[in-house]
T-cell receptor, first 113, second 112 residues
Framework: DQQVKQNSPSLSVQEGRISILNCDYT??????FLWYKKYPAEGPTFLIS?????DKNEDGRFTVFLNKSAKHLSLHIVPSQPGDSAVYFC????????????FGTGTRLTIIP | ETGVTQTPRHLVMGMTNKKSLKCEQH?????MYWYKQSAKKPLELMFV???????ENNSVPSRFSPECPNSSHLFLHLHTLQPEDSALYLC???????????FGPGTRLTVT
């Protein structure tokens, strides 16, 4: 049973436009959410996170939105750049001091020059 | 430079071999993790160490044996693996609880 789902395995976006990556979760105990970015032959790199007490967190070109009622979060990248081409993983953890992060399967983002 | 290094980067081993994966973190973190990433599957947490003590073993077969001699080093000892164990093995570290885990580049393991 996959508790964190990224239903789009791939996404292509024109350079300069907005990229929107989506993530859905089923476990209502999740209260902290993270996005990781992974280039080929490298490990995932932390990108941005959001706590369940917020509905938006922004860092430069990256913004994460959280809709708790829909159990949905999204990552917006604007404007998209060629260097943003990578696999993006959504991850979540519950609110009772458990170290375990649950990851989605990832979305491969390709930015078209 | 992520501050987490893993060796070797690639490993091919037979089912009767014994090998070890090594991870070292230079970030002063207290917690270290082993993950397995198979094709088209989510990252699977295997083991968690916090202050050198194993705090989680996520139902991993005994043919995988972790070792954490100190907070900076983590090993994964492998023996009598199966072809389905072929995957990317990622090490990560974090300061206390894993609000942000920092990953190494991974070891691409192929079991023949």
């Amino acid at each position: 049973d996959q508790q964190v789902k990224q239903n789009s395995p791939s996404l292509s976006v024109q350079e300069g436009r907005i990229s929107i990556l989506n993530c859905d979760y089923t476990n209502s105990m999740f209260d902290y959410f993270l996005w990781y970015k992974k280039y080929p032959a490298e490990g995932p790199t932390f990108l941005i996170s959001i706590s369940s007490i917020k509905d938006k967190n922004e860092d430069g070109r990256f913004t994460v939105f959280l809709n708790k009622s829909a159990k949905h979060l999204s990552l917006h990248i604007v404007p998209s750049q060629p260097g943003d081409s990578a696999v993006y993983f959504c991850a979540a953890r519950p609110n009772f001091g458990n170290e375990k992060l649950t990851f989605g399967t990832g979305t491969r983002l390709t930015i078209i020059p | 430079e992520t501050g987490v290094t893993q060796t070797p980067r690639h490993l091919v081993m037979g089912m009767t071999n014994k090998k070890s994966l090594k991870c070292e973190q230079h970030l002063g973190h207290n917690a270290m993790y082993w993950y397995k990433q198979s094709a088209k599957k989510p990252l699977e947490l295997m083991f968690v160490y916090n202050f050198k003590e194993q705090t989680e073993n996520n139902s991993v077969p005994s043919r995988f044996s972790p070792e954490c001699p100190n907070s900076s080093h983590l090993f994964l000892h492998l023996h009598t693996l199966q072809p389905e164990d072929s995957a990317l093995y990622l090490c990560a570290s974090s300061q206390d609880l894993p609000y942000e885990q920092y990953f190494g580049p991974g070891t691409r393991l192929t079991v023949t």
